[in-house]
């Protein structure tokens, strides 16, 4: 079981790595433990399996929107999970998608367009590389937000987490009787 964390970045590579690296370097210069796949997934490893457990034990699912991002295979089944899991999803808007784009798909319909996003916008310049995309939006504001978002209801979304987490140990464990929660838990 992976270890856990306050927050889960789901983003696509192609738009969003360069920022999500960044963004997961200030929540842990801030003190808040978040899942990155470059951190957390270790050469070798199953990384589908290390990916589930991230969200499974991740009090927040951080959501990074860019074209990319709504097209990729992968995040949609990151974000299914989210929800599956019924986790706090924190929608970030990256890079604009234009609301006609065919890549809102109805799980991204259902699920992100219902939610107010943090704008951490930067402008896609294919001729940079990501870490010279310009901000739309400042950084450090955007941040402020973010981490508001993430402190309210933390020890609420925190509980969610360790009975989600209980929960799911107990139906791995085939559901027997003395596999489950009992006394104060």
């Not at 955007?142 to 209980?166: C, G, M, P, Y």
Request: aromatic share 10%; proline share 3%; glycine share 2%.
């Amino acid at each position: 079981m992976t270890k856990k964390k306050r927050v889960f970045i789901s983003y696509g590579r192609e738009h969003s790595l360069d920022f999500a690296n960044r963004l997961y370097t200030a929540l842990e210069k801030e003190g808040i433990d978040a899942w990155f796949d470059f951190a957390n997934i270790p050469k070798g490893d199953d990384f589908q399996k290390r990916i589930d457990d991230g969200i499974e034990s991740a009090d927040n699912f951080i959501f990074v929107m860019s074209p990319h991002a709504l097209k990729s295979t992968y995040c949609k089944k990151e974000l299914k999970t989210a929800v599956k899991y019924n986790k706090r999803i924190i929608p970030i808007s990256h890079i604009e998608v234009l609301d006609n784009d065919p890549a809102w798909s109805e799980l991204h319909k259902a699920t992100i367009k219902k939610l107010n996003w943090v704008l951490f916008r930067e402008k896609l310049d294919k001729t940079k590389p990501q870490s010279q995309w310009e901000d739309i939006d400042d950084f450090d504001n955007s941040f402020k937000e973010l981490l508001q978002v993430l402190n309210r209801d933390a020890a609420f979304i925190a509980k969610h987490t360790d009975i989600l987490t209980a929960a799911l140990s107990w139906d791995r464990k085939r559901r027997l009787q003395h596999h489950l929660l009992a006394g104060p838990d």
